[in-house]
């Protein structure tokens, strides 16, 4: 299945500090989630060094030690020519990993693809599962990760420090600030400390910010709290996300022994087995329609992680993860009863991680996996014999994976808050997208808000609130409040209860974790604190800058991919509102179409304005600059200093135009050449107009 490795990185790879050893680095990075890997490997792409400190062995979090390499895209990014001609929305690419994921993720999935070929072919969704458009398994995951880190290890870049745990955060007081954290190795019992300029919360529950009593909500807040209107008035903390350890199991030729059924089986509310099925039900719009375990839309499939042959069919051989929650439950092959009990899978909501204490977590957490035992149990004995446990794909000996599937943590309070209101398709109606946050350092995509409740009271219904549209990624989420040194990733960022239901999903917790890598690298490299890059416009632009060098997309833009020439251009002066979009009712930003006088106005004057409130003023020509805004000034308050262009604001500017109009408004600061190709007396299309409000603002302003 996969052509080398078993997912872990040689020994001499890994540092195992001794008792009470102090180690010092520019960036630490706590946790073993997805984020905590795209955040290591965003900031060493920038040319930082960093200490990771994490649980296992394994990198990559829902990808490998979670056991859920069936990643949860958005139905942007489902493969063009999978969809129905009469289902494709206008807004689908052929190639939508260019626009809607960062150059870095996007060569993870097609190395997962050339990794795990199906009969000698290299395919758009190797294990062929339904619900995801790219599912491997978690060792063809894991060497794939592996791959892209292990220069920066043989350089001398990377410390990698596996088994261990923070146990407490180190703080300094006015200002608050963190200084490092004090682990504990599961296995030598060792403890250690990490001390660093920058540390990133990336752990899966947010334990930095229990340890280091940084100010946090868990569960459903209340209205109050986050001003999302579908709230109650009360905060409910123990309505939080069921977890679920999930397992890799192949449909064998034999019938193996059984995994043994746990302590309780048939006693305990959460090992019951008549509360499980192998079957679900879905309502079309005029019949129920009943799935078998291992029909082509049944539970196996649903999944599956690897295929021997190219074919909606299942096959003996073929792997799955199970990681299913519930479904209604039809009775002797009648359709379901509206109030008969759901049937079940392995998801385990009967309890919560969050705001209690360790002991009862760990309870908790050993609950969950006897119950995944138990559904394994129940298949093989009930109606799966042949159904084989893949611990060789989990490093585990039962195929259960290492840790639990977590879907959410403790969340800091952010300079933003991310709400209901910003994602939300009925808060944006005639729209294609959410809010564009003008600070965005990433875009995601889930279409609805899944939230899998557990049993405790007082979930919130989002009824027609629970379709989301394609959101962005504002900076100031990463951002804590009110502690320095400390840069929030993972599931622990500025979402709420409710949008954190969307922004938890894999791509999206690489998207965070790598602007959040990223953001700690720039800001030693500018010498300045993350809060600043988040407060001064300039500072923002030019990390933002920096990201799109990188190939991170910060705006939705579905013509202009992280491969064009002007994709740094446009996205940043889109999402900053210099260029603002035209139609929200498309994705695109049209970049051939001639740009109106008007439209090409109001860019120029915030780019001046943008260029003149920069303090202090980073011209090359101060004289020059002050007087340009002066008159940017006068014009934008309509006074008539411009009386040689006078125009009508629907039609096109020719670049003849343009030219003159910046002689009159910039002088010296008009860049000599603006890459054109257009003959002058043509209409000026967005992209040159892109570039040459790009040059102005880079030759310009240097921060």
């Given at each position: 299945?996969?052509?080398?490795?078993?997912?872990?990185?040689?020994?001499?790879?890994?540092?195992?500090?001794?008792?009470?050893?102090?180690?010092?680095?520019?960036?630490?990075?706590?946790?073993?989630?997805?984020?905590?890997?795209?955040?290591?490997?965003?900031?060493?792409?920038?040319?930082?060094?960093?200490?990771?400190?994490?649980?296992?062995?394994?990198?990559?979090?829902?990808?490998?030690?979670?056991?859920?390499?069936?990643?949860?895209?958005?139905?942007?990014?489902?493969?063009?020519?999978?969809?129905?001609?009469?289902r494709r929305d206008p807004n689908q690419l052929r190639d939508s990993e260019y626009f809607a994921l960062s150059r870095s993720q996007r060569q993870f999935r097609q190395c997962q693809r050339q990794n795990q070929p199906v009969a000698h072919q290299i395919l758009q969704n190797p294990?062929?599962?339904?619900?995801?458009?790219?599912?491997?398994?978690?060792?063809?995951?894991?060497?794939?990760?592996?791959?892209?880190?292990?220069?920066?290890?043989?350089?001398?870049?990377?410390?990698?420090?596996?088994?261990?745990?923070?146990?407490?955060?180190?703080?300094?007081?006015?200002?608050?600030?963190?200084?490092?954290?004090?682990?504990?190795?599961?296995?030598?019992?060792?403890?250690?400390?990490?001390?660093?300029?920058?540390?990133?919360?990336?752990?899966?529950?947010?334990?930095?910010?229990?340890?280091?009593?940084?100010?946090?909500?868990?569960?459903?807040?209340?209205?109050?709290?986050?001003?999302?209107?579908?709230?109650?008035?009360?905060?409910?903390?123990?309505?939080?996300?069921?977890?679920?350890?999930?397992?890799?199991?192949?449909?064998?030729?034999?019938?193996?022994?059984?995994l043994p059924a746990p302590s309780g089986y048939d006693h305990q509310p959460w090992l019951q087995s008549c509360d499980f099925t192998d079957e679900f039900w879905i309502h079309q719009p005029d019949r129920w329609q009943k799935h078998d375990f291992y029909d082509p839309d049944g539970?196996?499939?649903?999944?599956?992680?690897?295929?021997?042959?190219?074919?909606?069919?299942?096959?003996?051989?073929?792997?799955?993860?199970?990681?299913?929650?519930?479904?209604?439950?039809?009775?002797?092959?009648?359709?379901?009863?509206?109030?008969?009990?759901?049937?079940?899978?392995?998801?385990?909501?009967?309890?919560?991680?969050?705001?209690?204490?360790?002991?009862?977590?760990?309870?908790?957490?050993?609950?969950?996996?006897?119950?995944?035992?138990?559904?394994?149990?129940?298949?093989?004995?009930?109606?799966?014999?042949?159904?084989?446990?893949?611990?060789?794909?989990?490093?585990?000996?039962?195929?259960?994976?290492?840790?639990?599937?977590?879907?959410?943590?403790?969340?800091?309070?952010?300079?933003?808050?991310?709400?209901?209101?910003?994602?939300?398709?009925?808060?944006?109606?005639?729209?294609?997208?959410?809010?564009?946050?003008?600070?965005?350092?990433?875009?995601?995509?889930?279409?609805?808000?899944?939230?899998?409740?557990?049993?405790?009271?007082?979930?919130?219904?989002?009824?027609?609130?629970?379709?989301?549209?394609?959101?962005?990624?504002?900076?100031?989420?990463?951002?804590?409040?009110?502690?320095?040194?400390?840069?929030?990733?993972?599931?622990?960022?500025?979402?709420?209860?409710?949008?954190?239901?969307?922004?938890?999903?894999?791509?999206?917790?690489?998207?965070?974790?790598?602007?959040?890598?990223?953001?700690?690298?720039?800001?030693?490299?500018?010498?300045?604190?993350?809060?600043?890059?988040?407060?001064?416009?300039?500072?923002?632009?030019?990390?933002?800058?920096?990201?799109?060098?990188?190939?991170?997309?910060?705006?939705?833009?579905?013509?202009?991919?992280?491969?064009?020439?002007?994709?740094?251009?446009?996205?940043?002066?889109?999402?900053?509102?210099?260029?603002?979009?035209?139609?929200?009712?498309?994705?695109?930003?049209?970049?051939?179409?001639?740009?109106?006088?008007?439209?090409?106005?109001?860019?120029?004057?915030?780019?001046?304005?943008?260029?003149?409130?920069?303090?202090?003023?980073?011209?090359?020509?101060?004289?020059?600059?002050?007087?340009?805004?002066?008159?940017?000034?006068?014009?934008?308050?309509?006074?008539?200093?411009?009386?040689?262009?006078?125009?009508?604001?629907?039609?096109?500017?020719?670049?003849?135009?343009?030219?003159?109009?910046?002689?009159?408004?910039?002088?010296?600061?008009?860049?000599?050449?603006?890459?054109?190709?257009?003959?002058?007396?043509?209409?000026?299309?967005?992209?040159?107009?892109?570039?040459?409000?790009?040059?102005?603002?880079?030759?310009?302003?240097?921060p």
């Open positions: 299945m996969s052509k080398t490795g078993n997912g872990i990185l040689e020994a001499h790879f890994f540092l195992r500090p001794a008792a009470d050893q102090e180690l010092t680095t520019p960036i630490l990075i706590v946790g073993g989630s997805t984020a905590a890997y795209a955040a290591t490997l965003g900031a060493l792409q920038a040319g930082a060094k960093v200490c990771l400190v994490q649980p296992q062995l394994v990198l990559g979090g829902q990808f490998t030690s979670q056991g859920l390499p069936a990643s949860d895209d958005g139905k942007l990014l489902t493969p063009y020519e999978l969809i129905p001609p009469d294990g062929g599962s339904w619900v995801s458009h790219l599912s491997v398994t978690p060792t063809v995951a894991a060497n794939c990760l592996n791959a892209a880190i292990r220069p920066f290890l043989e350089q001398g870049l990377l410390t990698l420090i596996p088994w261990s745990i923070p146990i407490r955060v180190l703080m300094e007081e006015s200002p608050r600030r963190i200084l490092g954290v004090q682990f504990k190795d599961k296995q030598t019992h060792h403890q250690f400390t990490v001390r660093a300029q920058i540390t990133i919360e990336a752990t899966d529950l947010g334990e930095l910010l229990e340890l280091g009593k940084i100010p946090s909500r868990v569960g459903q807040e209340s209205r109050s709290q986050t001003q999302e209107a579908v709230l109650p008035e009360d905060p409910r903390p123990e309505c939080q996300q069921a977890i679920t350890f999930c397992a890799v199991v192949e449909r064998s030729s034999q019938s193996p022994p059984p539970m196996f499939r649903y999944r599956r992680l690897y295929r021997s042959q190219k074919s909606d069919t299942v096959h003996p051989g073929d792997i799955t993860v199970l990681n299913w929650a519930t479904s209604p439950l039809g009775v002797n092959g009648r359709p379901p009863d509206p109030s008969a009990p759901l049937g079940c899978g392995n998801d385990y909501p009967f309890g919560c991680l969050l705001g209690v204490s360790p002991e009862q977590r760990q309870e908790q957490v050993i609950r969950a996996r006897d119950r995944t035992q138990a559904y394994i149990h129940y298949l093989q004995t009930q109606s799966h014999p042949e159904l084989k446990p893949r611990g060789d794909l989990t490093w585990t000996e039962d195929g259960i994976a290492l840790e639990p599937y977590i879907r959410e943590a403790r969340r800091g309070i952010a300079l933003t808050t991310i709400r209901h209101e910003d994602v939300a398709a009925k808060f944006f109606p005639n729209q294609v997208r959410a809010r564009t946050f003008t600070d965005s350092v990433g875009i995601g995509q889930y279409h609805y808000l899944d939230v899998h409740p557990n049993h405790a009271q007082g979930h919130v219904e989002l009824g027609d609130g629970h379709d989301a549209l394609p959101f962005t990624l504002p900076l100031s989420a990463l951002i804590p409040i009110d502690t320095e040194g400390l840069i929030l990733s993972a599931k622990s960022i500025g979402t709420t209860h409710i949008t954190n239901a969307a922004y938890r999903m894999h791509p999206m917790e690489w998207t965070i974790g790598e602007a959040g890598g990223h953001l700690a690298a720039f800001a030693l490299m500018e010498g300045v604190t993350a809060q600043e890059i988040t407060q001064q416009p300039t500072l923002r632009m030019a990390f933002q800058t920096h990201l799109t060098h990188q190939g991170i997309p910060i705006a939705w833009l579905n013509d202009i991919s992280h491969e064009d020439p002007d994709f740094a251009a446009i996205q940043v002066l889109t999402t900053n509102g210099i260029l603002p979009l035209q139609n929200l009712q498309t994705l695109n930003f049209m970049p051939e179409e001639a740009i109106s006088w008007g439209r090409f106005r109001h860019a120029l004057i915030q780019v001046l304005q943008r260029l003149r409130e920069a303090t202090p003023l980073p011209f090359s020509n101060v004289t020059s600059m002050k007087a340009a805004s002066s008159v940017a000034k006068a014009w934008l308050e309509g006074q008539n200093s411009l009386d040689r262009f006078q125009f009508d604001p629907e039609q096109p500017i020719t670049f003849s135009q343009s030219k003159l109009l910046l002689e009159q408004l910039a002088l010296a600061l008009v860049p000599e050449n603006f890459n054109v190709t257009l003959a002058e007396n043509k209409p000026m299309t967005n992209r040159i107009a892109a570039q040459i409000l790009w040059q102005l603002w880079t030759s310009t302003c240097h």
